[in-house]
């Protein structure tokens, strides 16, 4: 069998190694399944593989963990952008449990793809987990959810403009949240951002406007860009003991005009810019009794007030009180 590359060469699918084929004009790299061909991408840094795109018309197609490249096994990282574009025959797809994360876009067109359903959310996964990744909720009204104790990911968009969304679970199973995933949730109160998260994707929560209480595991290392901001009714945000929080990024909090205090882990070592901005009511209370090179010359450009930790305490509630 002869296919055309992207480039135009044609390659002969019958001169595959461990069902890789490689065009030698291109370099262009391309992964056979039976009828379907897949176009990836090798990361020899970290030995892992990029699904790109597929060619093919197939109904069900089961994607591999791993690969053979070069005499040396790759792992699947991601499912990219059109991975499956416009595959309208698609109804069933098995993804690895080791998969990082399938991009928002990954099976935009595939109008026969079948989920797997719980609690009000539809997934993909694969034969032995079949809720691998939170992708859409049934409807947009939801009002409650609780995430499958098997899930990985909960994507990108999965939530957004949720408005009736009012309370989550959230399993510590879950090592992702998306960018933009809870976005304008505007009945949201409570947010718990559970162990196994390390990092809180762009614009998770932004326009949260009822979301009055944070609690970020210390497992978390990074805060995305305009993460919280526009959370309006924000007052509480707690970082667990024994934090491993990093960096805040540009605009975290802005416009949260409810939030009067809050302290930032010693663990941190980076503040982009604006973090704080619009946070008329703010007081800042920092765990270290410096400021870290990393922290970005407008980081609180609103000039809220700043307390070292040699200038407050805990009370008895666990409120921090500048020391008389």
Same mark, same amino acid.
Request: proline share 3%.
């Given at each position: 069998?002869?296919?055309?590359?992207?480039?135009?060469?044609?390659?002969?699918?019958?001169?595959?190694?461990?069902?890789?084929?490689?065009?030698?004009?291109?370099?262009?790299?391309?992964?056979?399944?039976?009828?379907?061909?897949?176009?990836?991408?090798?990361?020899?840094?970290?030995?892992?593989?990029?699904?790109?795109?597929?060619?093919?018309?197939?109904?069900?197609?089961?994607?591999?963990?791993?690969?053979?490249?070069?005499?040396?096994?790759?792992?699947?990282? &991601? =499912?990219?952008?059109?991975? +499956?574009?416009? !595959? #309208?025959? @698609?109804? %069933?797809? $098995? *993804? /690895?449990?080791?998969?990082?994360?399938?991009?928002?876009?990954?099976?935009?067109?595939?109008?026969?793809?079948?989920?797997?359903?719980?609690?009000?959310?539809?997934?993909?996964?694969?034969?032995?987990?079949?809720?691998?990744?939170?992708?859409?909720?049934?409807?947009?009204?939801?009002?409650?959810?609780?995430?499958?104790?098997?899930?990985?990911?909960?994507?990108?968009?999965?939530?957004?403009?949720?408005?009736?969304?009012?309370?989550?679970?959230?399993?510590?199973?879950?090592? &992702? =949240?998306?960018?933009?995933? +809870?976005?304008? !949730? #505007?009945? @949201?109160? %409570?947010? $718990? *951002? /559970?162990?196994?998260?390390?990092?809180?994707?762009?614009?998770?929560?932004?326009?949260?406007?009822?979301?009055?209480?944070?609690?970020?595991?210390?497992?978390?290392?990074?805060?995305?860009?305009?993460?919280?901001?526009?959370?309006?009714?924000?007052?509480?945000?707690?970082?667990?003991?024994?934090?491993?929080?990093?960096?805040?990024?540009?605009?975290?909090?802005?416009?949260?005009?409810?939030?009067?205090?809050?302290?930032?882990?010693?663990?941190?070592?980076?503040?982009?810019?604006?973090?704080?901005?619009?946070?008329?009511?703010?007081?800042?209370? @920092?765990?270290?009794?410096?400021? /870290?090179?990393?922290?970005?010359?407008?980081?609180?450009?609103?000039?809220?007030?700043?307390?070292?930790?040699?200038?407050?305490?805990?009370?008895?509630?666990?409120?921090?009180?500048?020391?008389?």
């Amino acid at each position: 069998m002869v296919i055309n590359c992207t480039c135009g060469k044609d390659l002969d699918l019958s001169k595959n190694i461990n069902g890789i084929i490689e065009c030698d004009n291109c370099h262009n790299i391309y992964l056979q399944i039976e009828e379907i061909l897949l176009k990836i991408e090798i990361n020899n840094s970290n030995f892992t593989f990029v699904i790109k795109s597929c060619f093919g018309s197939p109904t069900y197609i089961k994607i591999p963990s791993t690969i053979i490249y070069n005499n040396k096994t790759y792992y699947l990282d &991601k =499912i990219d952008e059109d991975a +499956f574009y416009d !595959c #309208t025959d @698609l109804k %069933n797809v $098995e *993804i /690895p449990n080791c998969v990082n994360d399938v991009d928002v876009c990954a099976f935009v067109g595939c109008l026969s793809l079948q989920y797997s359903t719980y609690d009000n959310i539809n997934y993909l996964g694969n034969s032995n987990n079949l809720y691998l990744i939170a992708w859409r909720p049934t409807s947009r009204k939801i009002k409650s959810c609780v995430i499958h104790k098997n899930t990985k990911i909960i994507e990108d968009y999965t939530f957004y403009e949720c408005r009736s969304l009012k309370n989550i679970e959230i399993p510590d199973s879950v090592i &992702k =949240i998306g960018r933009k995933t +809870f976005e304008s !949730c #505007t009945s @949201l109160e %409570n947010i $718990e *951002i /559970p162990k196994g998260i390390a990092s809180i994707g762009d614009s998770a929560f932004e326009d949260c406007s009822n979301l009055k209480s944070v609690t970020i595991s210390n497992n978390v290392t990074s805060i995305g860009v305009l993460c919280f901001a526009l959370c309006n009714s924000l007052k509480e945000v707690i970082f667990e003991k024994d934090s491993k929080l990093k960096i805040i990024k540009n605009r975290a909090f802005s416009c949260c005009f409810s939030l009067e205090s809050i302290v930032i882990p010693a663990s941190v070592v980076s503040i982009e810019r604006g973090t704080f901005d619009f946070c008329g009511n703010l007081v800042i209370y @920092l765990e270290r009794n410096d400021l /870290p090179s990393g922290f970005e010359k407008l980081w609180n450009r609103s000039n809220r007030p700043i307390y070292f930790k040699n200038q407050w305490h805990y009370d008895e509630n666990g409120k921090p009180v500048v020391n008389k």
